[in-house]
């Protein structure tokens, strides 16, 4: 299981990367495998403001229906426009290709309360 040490997770597991003050969010690779073939991102959230935690779209996979929850407030700015027609992307590169939403970061103090790769690790037992 690939755990990027420069990602922040949420014990929900998805993934943040912050550029500046944008981030970019998307499901950990425990998840996607957890989940099983992806079958359709649904996120109709862009141009929202969100609070931490509150659902931003959902994935389906072959087994499954899954919320996804935003990692901290800010508002949605772009969907990965990719996974409409290659949904599997989320399976293939969750880290890279695979992102769901770019997002602005609206109070990086928010960011202390995510977990970092070995809090993470220890929580999915990698």
């Given at each position: 299981m690939k755990l990027p040490e420069h990602l922040q997770y949420t014990k929900d597991h998805e993934w943040i990367r912050i550029e500046g003050d944008v981030a970019y969010v998307g499901i950990t690779d425990f998840a996607q495998k957890e989940l099983g073939d992806i079958v359709y991102v649904e996120i109709d959230t862009v141009g929202k403001e969100i609070a931490q935690n509150e659902?931003?779209?959902?994935?389906?996979?072959?087994?499954?229906?899954?919320?996804?929850?935003?990692?901290?407030?800010?508002?949605?700015?772009?969907?990965?426009?990719?996974?409409?027609?290659?949904?599997?992307?989320?399976?293939?590169?969750?880290?890279?290709?695979?992102?769901?939403?770019?997002?602005?970061?609206?109070?990086?103090?928010?960011?202390?309360?995510?977990l970092d790769v070995g809090t993470y690790a220890g929580l999915v037992g990698a």
């Open positions: 659902i931003f779209g959902t994935v389906e996979a072959v087994k499954t229906v899954s919320d996804l929850f935003i990692p901290i407030s800010g508002k949605v700015l772009e969907v990965n426009k990719q996974l409409d027609a290659e949904p599997e992307l989320v399976n293939t590169d969750p880290y890279g290709k695979g992102w769901m939403i770019k997002m602005s970061v609206k109070d990086s103090a928010e960011l202390a309360t995510l």
